[in-house]
Every structure is written in C-alpha cells, then in structure tokens.
C-alpha cells in the first residue's frame, strides 16, 4: 500500500510561516496528483490544495495567496508552503496520493500537527 510521510508541522503564532513536505514512499506514484487535506479537532476532514502532473497549484479559499504547493519533480517530494497562518489553520495536515476531491479514499499519510496560536 502507498505510504507517504509528511514532515514540517509545529507551534507558531498568528502570522508566522511553516512549510511541509510529503515524501511518496511509493515511486510509482509518478506524475500523479497530490493533495494536502487537513482535520482541525472535532471536524472532518478539508481539502486544502493540489498539485498536478502539470505542476500548477490548486487551492481552498480559505487558504488561497497564503499556502504554495509545489513538486520539483514527479514523483519526488511535495511541499506546502504555508504563511500568514491563523489560528483557524490550526489541524492535523494530510498528504494524499492522488486528486483528493475526487478520489476521497485515496491512501494518504499519517499526518503532522499545525497548531497556531494567537
């Protein structure tokens, strides 16, 4: 089963910066696209952002112009520049193998905690 690891979460305040990265653990995963989704505590889960074959970025409004995704190359690791962070921002982030919007059971990782303070 594919695996991916993700890395880079932490505690910040309100306005700082945090980059993730999500490592496939599969080489097969290629060109496909990946996706961030995140759970903050007592909700389910929300897509945050994609990447495809193509390397264009796709986002969530609430994060649009303050989260980058981007790949250097396919296959390899996917990161997801955040800034201006909010307390809202404030969850377990998930990197998914594939279009998560349409593929909702695609596999994904084990997550890393964001947690921003204001």
């Known amino acids: 089963e594919a695996r991916m690891v993700e890395d880079g979460g932490g505690s910040v305040h309100a306005g700082e910066s945090l980059r993730l990265s999500c490592t496939p653990s599969k080489f097969s995963y290629g060109d496909s696209d990946m996706s961030w989704v995140r759970q903050a505590p007592g909700k389910g889960l929300e897509w945050v952002s994609k990447?495809?074959?193509?390397?264009?970025?796709y986002y969530a409004p609430s994060v649009k112009g303050r989260f980058t995704i981007t790949r250097y190359n396919p296959g390899k690791t996917v990161y997801l520049q955040m800034n201006s962070l909010k307390p809202d921002d404030t969850a377990l982030y998930y990197c998914?193998?594939?279009?998560?919007?349409?593929?909702?059971?695609?596999?994904r990782g084990q997550g890393t905690q964001v947690t921003v303070s204001s």
């Open positions: 990447i495809d074959a193509n390397f264009l970025g």
């Open positions: 998914v193998a594939g279009d998560y919007r349409k593929y909702p059971t695609s596999p």
